[in-house]
């Protein structure tokens, strides 16, 4: 015997249909992705609630999860006092800003030509172009050091940024990007008299503004986190960078983890700051032209 559905009358709404209830499998999923976010946020908590704590409280065993010895603000003072943090925050910003500038700027310019320019064997020198990326910056330190030596750019932004101006990665990104773009328009805008760099500031780059995010934020997150080369191409303290202080609070003579970690907090306060608001960028540059 079979039953009718109902059928919707005129002036009457249809029957709701009940909503199925969640499946297990998709509770599962939330519970695992929860205590994954936890663990990856553990670290940042720490960090921020380490900074307050006194030498009683991070020297304890167990640790202490919290400031149970009263909360110590004076960290950051201490952190102030020992390195000249106003000067090297500055000098960060800045070879961030270089850095981040150059690399989208010769970015851009390099996946132009790879895309719209005809190129005689630009497969070729694409690949050849990309295998530089394969070379660890460590087997060619030695020369870029000599260089800015004797172009006496030591302890200078200039001497901290130059080596790092061109990226492989970015351009292989850009590139991606610029193959998804419709070729339609490209021959539009040549029948309209637009140049190559009239199409590539004014309507190229603007369409690409999702891989164009994605590149900034990750090359800033890179020049910020940078070490070795701030290392060893600064000397005067005022001309390091906050990653060379942090290092230098805890081979201070008042060496505590609760100060140390407030440099960290200092120092990682802007990164976080970017990932947090420009995660969607990231996500939607990285993925521009994977699907078409």
Do not use: C
Not at 48 to 64: K, Q, Y
Not at 153 to 161: E, H, R
Not at 243 to 262: R, T
């Amino acid at each position: 015997m079979t039953t009718k559905e109902p059928v919707a009358t005129p002036g009457k709404a249809a029957p709701k249909k009940a909503r199925p209830g969640r499946r297990p499998s998709n509770i599962g999923t939330y519970l695992i992705l929860g205590v994954l976010f936890l663990i990856v946020l553990f670290p940042v908590y720490y960090g921020l609630v380490g900074s307050l704590m006194g030498e009683r409280d991070t020297n304890s065993f167990p640790p202490a999860l919290y400031p149970e010895n009263g909360v110590h603000p004076e960290n950051y003072s201490k952190a102030l006092d020992i390195i000249p943090l106003g000067d090297q925050y500055l000098t960060s910003v800045l070879q961030t800003l270089g850095i981040t500038l150059g690399q989208m700027i010769t970015s851009a310019l390099a996946a132009y030509a790879f895309v719209f320019l005809n190129l005689r064997w630009r497969g070729f020198w694409f690949a050849v172009f990309l295998s530089t990326m394969m070379i660890p910056f460590e087997s060619i330190i030695i020369p870029n050091y000599l260089l800015i030596s004797q172009w006496g750019l030591k302890d200078t932004i200039a001497g901290l940024t130059l080596p790092f101006l061109a990226t492989g990665f970015g351009t292989f990104l850009l590139r991606q990007s610029f193959l998804s773009f419709p070729m339609e328009l490209r021959d539009a805008a040549r029948v309209d008299g637009a140049g190559h760099v009239r199409f590539l500031f004014s309507i190229l780059l603007p369409l690409s503004r999702p891989s164009l995010a994605a590149l900034g934020i990750w090359s800033a997150l890179s020049a910020w986190n940078m070490y070795f080369w701030p290392l060893l191409a600064t000397e005067a303290p005022e001309n390091q960078t906050i990653q060379i202080g942090i290092s230098q609070l805890q081979s201070s003579d008042s060496d505590s983890p609760g100060m140390v970690l407030a440099g960290v907090m200092l120092a990682l306060f802007p990164t976080l700051l970017l990932v947090i608001f420009g995660q969607r960028f990231i996500v939607r540059g990285l993925t521009t032209g994977a699907v078409k």
